[in-house]
Structure formats: C-alpha cells, structure tokens
C-alpha cells in the first residue's frame, strides 16, 4: 500500500527541501500546496508576495477545503498506487482533510524543526517581519509540531537532514 506523507514547519524551515529529498531520493510523488497557491494566483493575475499567497491560501482553505485539498493533491497527476509527498501543509484541518480523501492510505505528518534564528537567515531582509504572525501560521506553532509522526532539526547540515530522512524512511518501512 503507498505511503502518504505530508511536510510541515515554519516559514523557512526547509519543508520544500526535505520534501524534494523525499521525492527524489525515495520515489515519491510530489506537490505542494504553495506551489498550487502560486499557480492559482498567477491566474487569478496577483502580484506574488507571501503575503497575497498566504491570504489566497486561507481564502481556498476557508471557501472549499476538500475542493483546495484534492486539487493539491492531484494536480500532478498522482494516483493511489504511487508513494505521496505532500510539500507544505500548514493546518490541523487540511490533515483531517487529507486523511479523508486518501482513506484507506495511512497519511503520515513530517515536522521540519528549525529555529527563528536560522529561519531569520534564511528570509529575504523585507520577509523577516511578522513571518508567524499570519493566521496561516497558527496551527503551526501551535499543533502540528506535537501531531507530528516524526521531527527532523532544520537546523542540521544537509548530510545530516538526508540522515534524518533515512531514520524517518526506515521508520515508516518504506526503506530496507
């Protein structure tokens, strides 16, 4: 049976770094719900900023959540017999969701720890001012750390992040 797992943390946590290492280095699938965010926001023709992404993104989460999930989910062509890595997820009701749509898949949370300092060094000087002040960034902090089947450090060198990774793989069995 394929494995779903879905990537959280913080902005500038390294959640697109660990999910592309999945993908790659493990054979899952990929998508993002920033990446389908950004996509909805270049149709609907709006100047890209996180500010106007994170706003889209809670007003897609706020209007149809299964709609908003399942296009996330699907939108590179995923089907259930493919292992799933879900890039970006952000709030306890969207893991609900998921598990929903994917049922009987297990859906499997991957929390990416990092500090606000090295967050900080990661954003752009105009980015660092209220990165987590935005409702988008509350389930966050707040629950998604302690829902979380597994943590990596953020923090650590990309050696060692691929190390974690291997622990959380072999940990889900998908690794021998």
Excluded at 49 to 57: E, W
Excluded at 74 to 85: G, H
Excluded at 130 to 159: Q, R
Aim: charged content about 25%; overall charge neutral.
């Amino acid at each position: 049976m394929a494995i779903v797992i879905g990537v959280c943390g913080q902005i500038a946590s390294g959640k697109t770094t660990v999910a592309k290492i999945i993908s790659q280095e493990y054979n899952f699938h990929f998508t993002s719900f920033g990446d389908y965010v950004r996509s909805k926001a270049q149709e609907m023709q709006l100047t890209i900023s996180r500010q106007v992404l994170q706003n889209l993104g809670q007003s897609l989460l706020e209007t149809d959540i299964n709609s908003f999930c399942r296009h996330v989910v699907f939108q590179n062509q995923w089907d259930s017999k493919s292992n799933l890595v879900i890039d970006g997820v952000r709030h306890v009701s969207v893991i609900h969701e998921l598990e929903k749509i994917l049922f009987p898949l297990k859906f499997k949370l991957l929390f990416i720890d990092t500090s606000s300092s090295i967050r900080n060094d990661r954003l752009k000087e105009n980015e660092r001012s209220n990165i987590d002040s935005h409702i988008t960034e509350i389930d966050v902090k707040s629950k998604l750390k302690n829902m979380a089947t597994y943590k990596i450090d953020g923090g650590l060198s990309l050696a060692d992040i691929e190390s974690e990774i291997k622990q959380f793989m072999l940990h889900l069995g998908s690794v021998t």
